[in-house]
């Protein structure tokens, strides 16, 4: 009766069934996991954001395919502000990310076509390709001091049926960007292999201290698509807009832009109080950037104060974004661990299997949550940690 792409295997994984347990019996625990950031305990300028709604024109229906003029214009100002001088008639404007990639793989993929991903990264890729009938070719980052790309596993992978270059930048949840010299790799792919590039650069507004971070926007070379929205730059994830920026060639860029127009005419899903209040909530995006940045520093400062406590946890460099990957000693088994910590401790942490890391051995925990709970979670952890330690020792 049901197509097979949605033969999907629902059974909970062992924290997810042991999640519900503790929901059902009313018992809390210390979530060291939320990443929505309504949920996070932060100090949203709420006056501000609910004042840029609530607009007479948001009685109006008159829609544009690419998204209202005006709010296109006002990301493109907001890029501007960032040095990168955007037209607006290469943006388009989508409810959320995940539906920007969808639109693009129906753009440039046919059904048993590939795309290659990034591994590890964010858990969404293998439904967004299924429900689009493509196929993922993950290719391999891997961590030697900092995260670096295997250029020659990336070559190996492409195939005739590969149609387009995924990175994540910086990714999810390795917080890993590229070298110079990765990046020049990445758009010599591309030209030798007629790929195109989708560069998804939602967590950018979040370098670490002493980071910078590069962006793929305005690429020229190659044909390009650099994805952003507001459930990371605004840390609104309920407002449901997001936006794909298409660069590179001149023919190319154009038949894209038909396309890419065309396909987001038939949904029209982008509502028009969003579109009407974006130029508003864009402007507070100073505040609200400062208000993450600083939850985020806040919480890997107490990372950093639990490694010299802890020193058989290592800490995986990573250059920005949301999340925090933390290596457990040697001979802990990370599915095991994780059970353990959320069954004995009630702290709850995401086992690296989770986004593909391999090894056994990591534990991904997100820098937004709040501050208090982070502090107990880790102190927690620790003591777990050491009494392995000492227990191995013996
Ligand atoms: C790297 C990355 N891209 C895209 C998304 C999806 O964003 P959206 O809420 O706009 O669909 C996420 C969600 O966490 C993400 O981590």
Redesign the pocket.
């Known amino acids: 009766m049901y197509a097979k792409r949605t033969q999907w295997d629902l059974n909970p994984n062992p924290l997810s069934v042991k999640l519900e347990a503790f929901r059902k019996e009313g018992i809390s625990y210390l979530d060291l996991t939320v ?1 929505n950031p309504t949920q996070c305990r932060l100090d949203f300028p709420a006056d501000e954001i609910l004042s840029c709604f609530r607009q007479p024109a948001d009685l109006n229906y008159e829609p544009e395919p690419k998204g209202m003029l005006k709010a296109r214009q006002s990301v493109c100002e907001f890029y501007s502000a960032r040095g990168y001088s955007l037209d607006p008639d290469q943006m388009i404007l989508t409810a ?4 920007a990639y969808s639109f693009l793989f129906k753009l440039l993929a046919d059904p048993g076509n590939e795309i290659l991903i990034p591994t590890p ?2 858990p ?1 890729f293998d439904y967004l390709a299924g429900l689009n009938d493509v196929r993922l070719r993950p290719y391999q980052l891997f961590y030697d001091n900092h995260w670096c790309l295997d250029v020659q596993t990336l070559r190996d992978n492409i195939t005739p049926l590969t149609k387009a270059l995924i990175l ?1 930048n910086p ?2 949840p390795t917080g890993s960007s590229f070298s110079e010299i990765e990046y020049r790799e990445m758009i010599n792919i591309c030209k030798d292999y007629q790929l195109a590039l989708i560069s ?1 650069e ?2 950018m507004d979040f370098p670490f201290e002493g980071e910078s971070l590069k962006s793929f926007l305005a690429e020229s070379e190659v044909l390009c698509f650099v ?1 952003g ?4 730059t605004l840390a609104l ?1 309920q407002m449901k807009l ?1 936006w794909i920026y298409a660069s590179g060639p001149e023919s190319f860029l154009r038949e894209s832009l038909s396309r890419l127009e065309l396909i987001a005419d038939t949904y029209l899903s982008v509502n028009t109080p969003i579109q009407n209040a974006l130029p508003k909530l864009l402007a507070l995006s100073g505040p609200i950037q400062s208000m993450i940045q600083s939850r985020i520093s806040q919480n890997r400062n107490l990372i950093f104060d639990f490694l010299q406590r802890v020193p058989e946890v290592d800490y995986l460099h990573a250059q920005g974004g949301w999340s925090a990957i933390l290596r457990i000693p040697w001979g802990l088994d990370e599915d095991k661990f994780t059970l353990t910590l959320l069954d004995k401790d009630e702290v709850y942490v995401h086992p690296g299997y989770f986004f593909d890391i391999s090894g056994n051995r990591s534990v991904v925990l997100s820098l937004l949550t709040d501050v208090k709970n982070m502090h107990r979670g880790l102190e927690i952890l620790g003591k777990r940690i050491e009494g392995f330690v000492e227990s191995r020792g013996k």
């Open positions: 990443s959320s990310t995940s539906e990264s964010y969404l994540v990714n999810n998804d939602v967590f994805l929205g507001l459930s990371k994830p997001s």
